[in-house]
């Protein structure tokens, strides 16, 4: 049951991280429709869940050089493309441009940041 309540909580997280995304960020949008945010805050989960461990272990392996040169900045980068990725895969969750996947990428960052200090939960899983 716990398990369910995480992933319960973790989909609103990403809607709620989406949804401030689209507020403050110009190029960010789900064209209004509830039910695209609903479905990108789903998708962006899935592949933050199944990319991104594969992406950022690529990156601090082979790619350390990389991340070093940049100051840990390249893995910002792999955030930006989940946002990307998410937007492809859901048809009304657009992202404008580039500018507009960094900035949204930092403020879902931020709100992340924010909830999990707000509900204790960590990557793990498991109440700080």
Do not use: C
Not at 3 to 23: D, E, K, S, T
Not at 99 to 117: D, N, T
Request: no cysteine; charged share 10%; net charge positive.
């Amino acid at each position: 049951m716990r398990a369910i309540q995480r992933l319960l909580l973790m989909w609103a997280g990403n809607v709620a991280a989406l949804f401030i995304a689209h507020l403050f960020v110009d190029g960010v949008d789900y064209g209004d429709d509830w039910w695209a945010l609903l479905i990108a805050g789903l998708v962006f989960g899935i592949v933050n869940t199944l990319v991104r461990p594969v992406l950022r272990l690529v990156m601090k392996t082979a790619g350390l050089p990389l991340v070093l040169l940049t100051f840990g900045l390249a893995l910002f980068a792999i955030d930006v493309l989940m946002l990307y990725i998410t937007s492809w895969i859901v048809h009304d969750f657009t992202i404008s441009s580039f500018g507009a996947a960094l900035a949204g990428a930092a403020v879902i960052w931020v709100v992340h940041l924010l909830l999990e200090a707000a509900f204790g939960i960590g990557r793990s899983g498991r109440r700080k």
